[in-house]
């Protein structure tokens, strides 16, 4: 990805590696972009999380996008697929998520939606960082920068909460079931579901228990959420609850807890519903998208259910693109990130877990049964943070490494070494069929990377 920004979105310490002035000429750009060549009033639409700084952002980015005559729509705090929900149907020209997902408050992040609620394409992330690194004869902008507007083409902030309600509606309308006689708990991650998730699942006839439902600008993520599922399986249990759903700080995940308070994670969720969709006729291409971080216990279950599956590197953006491609229509990781391309066009928790409640109740069966069929293998992935990914990636001793691990495992697991999109970091994952061995197989390749001196302390 470029100097900025990564698989999602620009992304970064508030303050320090991402500033409101960052956000100001993001919002400057976007503006002038779309009006070139047009004759209409450039329309933009920002939701943003419940981070403290996700405020300074939001005013920054909005400033910077009426400065250049466009007119700014504000959804406040909501999750990120409501931002492009309403993008696509209400004919914005982009769309602004100020979040860092899953990351603690001290970060945050832009996130960019193009007017078919898609993340922008590359050409344009690229000129917004040429825009940011100051070459504007390259991007035709004369007179030492973007003009500003005056008088009656300044653009106008608007307050945009009803299409938040619209986004909530279109959640509610999505099941084919009530929910009545359901206890759900609700892990908010004192996030952007902190709101939309109850309400949704209280009209839908459920019986909710959320918490994490208090945010304070501080405390999103922090030990919540889909990242620290330990507190809904307690509640769940403790609570005597038939299932619960976890989302992270931008509610585009979901991970779910079953009625024995067992994690039920991305893997089992696409398996769960990939069955469904064969069921109803509308598993398209009778595949599934996977990235390589699925585990193997998920495949060996979609064999066994005649079903395919295709993998591509880890991200969302590239499941997307796969699912653009090929007309698949459900892909996901294991982290909970899941897209179902009839219904939206990026990953959302408060659909996934709507979803998830239609098998339950159709299946009439307990969430633990419908995930018993995929038998997750141990795996571990070990962090080392490096200089120069690249580097360590073709380094012939590592590679030797590598093969050494594959070929111990044979078909009993894997190994796989990766590049963090947004960190400068290597991962190391190992599935194998017991920890211990998982541990000792990744040891084998980190050690490897530390005594070579690739790795940076």
Same mark, same amino acid.
């Given at each position: 990805?470029?100097?900025?920004?990564?698989?999602?979105?620009?992304?970064?310490?508030?303050?320090?590696?991402?500033?409101?002035?960052?956000?100001?000429?993001?919002?400057?750009?976007?503006?002038?972009?779309?009006?070139?060549?047009?004759?209409?009033?450039?329309?933009?639409?920002?939701?943003?999380?419940?981070?403290?700084?996700?405020?300074?952002?939001?005013?920054?980015?909005?400033?910077?996008?009426?400065?250049?005559?466009?007119?700014?729509?504000?959804?406040?705090?909501?999750?990120?697929?409501?931002?492009?929900?309403?993008?696509?149907?209400?004919?914005?020209?982009?769309?602004?998520?100020?979040?860092?997902?899953?990351?603690?408050?001290?970060?945050?992040?832009?996130?960019?939606?193009?007017?078919?609620?898609?993340?922008?394409?590359?050409?344009?992330?690229?000129?917004?960082?040429?825009?940011?690194?100051?070459?504007?004869?390259?991007?035709?902008?004369?007179?030492?920068?973007?003009?500003?507007?005056?008088?009656?083409?300044?653009?106008?902030?608007?307050?945009?909460?009803?299409?938040?309600?619209?986004?909530?509606?279109?959640?509610?309308?999505?099941?084919?079931?009530?929910?009545?006689?359901?206890?759900?708990?609700?892990?908010?991650?004192?996030?952007?579901?902190?709101?939309?998730?109850?309400?949704?699942?209280?009209?839908?006839?459920?019986?909710?228990?959320? &918490?994490?439902? !208090?945010?304070? *600008?501080?405390? #999103?993520?922090?030990?919540?959420?889909? /990242?620290?599922?330990?507190? @809904?399986?307690?509640?769940?249990?403790?609570?005597?609850?038939?299932?619960?759903?976890?989302?992270?700080?931008?509610?585009?995940?979901?991970?779910?807890?079953?009625?024995?308070?067992?994690?039920?994670?991305?893997?089992?969720?696409?398996?769960?519903?990939?069955?469904?969709?064969?069921?109803?006729?509308?598993?398209?291409?009778?595949?599934?998208?996977?990235?390589?971080?699925?585990?193997?216990?998920?495949?060996?279950?979609?064999?066994?259910?005649?079903?395919?599956?295709?993998?591509?590197?880890?991200?969302?953006?590239?499941?997307?693109?796969?699912?653009?491609?090929?007309?698949?229509? &459900?892909?996901? !990781?294991?982290? *909970?990130?899941? #897209?179902?391309?009839?219904?939206?066009? /990026?990953?959302?928790?408060? @659909?996934?877990?709507?979803?998830?409640?239609?098998?339950?109740?159709?299946?009439?069966?307990?969430?633990?049964?419908?995930?018993?069929?995929?038998?997750?293998?141990?795996?571990?992935?070990?962090?080392?943070?490096?200089?120069?990914?690249?580097?360590?990636?073709?380094?012939?001793?590592?590679?030797?490494?590598?093969?050494?691990?594959?070929?111990?495992?044979?078909?009993?697991?894997?190994?796989?070494?990766?590049?963090?999109?947004?960190?400068?970091?290597?991962?190391?994952?190992?599935?194998?069929?017991?920890?211990?061995?998982?541990?000792?197989?990744?040891?084998?390749?980190?050690?490897? &990377?530390?005594?070579?001196?690739?790795?940076?302390?």
């Amino acid at each position: 990805m470029g100097k900025y920004f990564g698989t999602d979105g620009f992304r970064g310490e508030a303050g320090v590696t991402l500033t409101s002035e960052h956000a100001y000429k993001i919002g400057r750009f976007l503006g002038w972009y779309y009006a070139q060549g047009g004759t209409h009033k450039v329309r933009a639409v920002i939701g943003k999380d419940t981070r403290r700084s996700s405020y300074m952002f939001e005013y920054a980015i909005v400033a910077g996008l009426t400065s250049s005559g466009a007119d700014a729509y504000m959804l406040h705090v909501t999750t990120t697929p409501s931002v492009s929900y309403a993008v696509v149907g209400d004919d914005f020209d982009c769309g602004v998520m100020i979040s860092a997902s899953h990351n603690p408050y001290t970060d945050n992040g832009i996130k960019l939606v193009n007017r078919k609620g898609e993340k922008m394409d590359d050409a344009t992330i690229n000129k917004i960082e040429m825009y940011l690194d100051g070459k504007l004869e390259a991007l035709g902008i004369l007179g030492g920068d973007i003009p500003f507007a005056t008088g009656a083409s300044l653009g106008e902030i608007v307050d945009y909460a009803a299409g938040r309600n619209r986004y909530i509606g279109y959640l509610i309308s999505l099941s084919k079931y009530s929910f009545k006689n359901y206890r759900i708990g609700l892990d908010c991650a004192n996030g952007s579901a902190w709101m939309i998730a109850k309400n949704v699942f209280d009209a839908l006839g459920a019986k909710t228990f959320p &918490i994490n439902a !208090e945010p304070n *600008g501080l405390n #999103i993520n922090r030990n919540a959420g889909s /990242t620290h599922i330990e507190a @809904l399986c307690k509640h769940v249990k403790e609570s005597g609850l038939d299932i619960g759903f976890a989302f992270d700080g931008d509610a585009d995940r979901c991970i779910a807890v079953d009625e024995n308070g067992q994690v039920v994670n991305g893997d089992h969720i696409l398996y769960i519903l990939a069955q469904q969709l064969k069921k109803q006729g509308n598993l398209v291409n009778n595949t599934v998208v996977t990235t390589i971080m699925s585990n193997m216990g998920l495949y060996r279950a979609l064999k066994a259910a005649d079903i395919r599956y295709e993998q591509t590197t880890v991200g969302d953006r590239y499941i997307y693109e796969n699912m653009q491609h090929t007309c698949n229509c &459900i892909g996901g !990781e294991q982290s *909970g990130h899941i #897209i179902l391309s009839k219904f939206a066009t /990026t990953g959302d928790g408060i @659909l996934t877990a709507i979803k998830l409640m239609e098998a339950v109740i159709g299946e009439k069966m307990p969430l633990s049964k419908l995930a018993e069929p995929v038998q997750m293998l141990p795996q571990l992935t070990k962090n080392v943070r490096v200089a120069d990914k690249a580097a360590v990636r073709e380094h012939p001793a590592i590679q030797s490494a590598l093969a050494n691990v594959s070929e111990q495992l044979g078909e009993r697991g894997r190994i796989l070494l990766r590049e963090s999109g947004t960190e400068p970091v290597i991962r190391v994952m190992v599935e194998a069929p017991t920890e211990e061995e998982c541990e000792d197989l990744a040891n084998e390749v980190v050690s490897q &990377i530390y005594a070579l001196g690739l790795a940076s302390f």
